[in-house]
């Protein structure tokens, strides 16, 4: 079982509409979990960190963390050609420092 | 402002030539990470330093190695390259701190090495 798992899509939304990306992971004692985009060619951007059970909203981004299904959400409202790219959700595992990341979902904004 | 700048942007080496690809930060984070991450595939952590304390990865391949001479810079080392080591290599910085949250990393530009 990998440690952070998502579903490699492509995930194709309209523009405008709400993009649901989703993560689980197995480690039951991460405590951190983040959300990084990455344009082809690019190295990872932090968009969102989350550490507690519950939303958190930064703007059009809304990441839901539920410890107790080991699930982690990212929710993109009104999605922009500009959002095309892949997502990478990432949590902290094994009790220490290692930054683990699963393979990443593509998302495609359509005009 | 770059805050994790990782040199070069792009490298092409010759199959079996010794690479050092390097990073340095301005932030004063005390760990550092380098990943490996192949065309379509999730960053691979090879391995990491938390202050001077190296941490290897059990399957990061011995033909990889980094040094750390002191908190700004990173090193990594590929003894001798193989056409299965073209990828994107990233480095990453993050700070510990008093609290017990691990918080988020922060990546360079990253390096993108061929080996030919």
């Known amino acids: 079982q990998k440690e952070v798992e998502q579903n490699s899509g492509p995930l194709s939304v309209p523009e405008g509409a709400i993009a649901s990306l989703n993560c689980t992971y197995s480690d039951r004692g991460s405590q951190s979990f983040f959300w990084y985009r990455q344009y082809s060619g690019k190295s990872p951007e932090l968009i969102m960190s989350?550490?507690?059970?519950g939303d958190k909203e930064d703007g059009r981004f809304t990441a839901q963390l539920n410890k107790a299904s080991q699930y982690v959400s990212l929710l993109i409202r009104d999605s922009q050609p500009s959002d095309s790219a892949t997502y990478l959700c990432?949590?902290?595992?094994?009790?220490?420092?290692?930054?683990?990341f699963g393979t990443g979902t593509q998302l495609k904004v359509e005009l | 402002d770059a805050m994790v700048i990782q040199n070069p942007r792009y490298q092409v080496t010759q199959f079996g030539k010794p690479v050092t690809l390097s990073c340095s930060q301005t932030?004063?984070?005390?760990?550092m990470y380098w990943y490996q991450q192949k065309s379509s595939q999730a960053p691979k952590l090879l391995f990491h330093y938390y202050d001077k304390d190296f941490n290897n990865e059990a399957d990061t391949p011995d033909n990889f190695q980094s040094r750390r001479p002191n908190t700004s810079f990173c090193f990594l080392d590929i003894r001798s390259p193989g056409l299965g080591d073209t990828a994107m290599y990233l480095c990453?910085?993050?700070?510990?701190?008093?609290?017990?949250?691990?918080?988020?990393?922060?990546f360079g530009q990253g390096t993108r090495l061929t080996v030919v």
């Open positions: 932030l004063n984070h005390n760990v």
């Open positions: 990432a949590g902290y595992t094994g009790g220490g420092n290692k930054l683990t």
């Open positions: 990453a910085t993050r700070r510990t701190g008093d609290s017990l949250v691990l918080t988020e990393a922060f």
């Open positions: 989350i550490y507690s059970n």
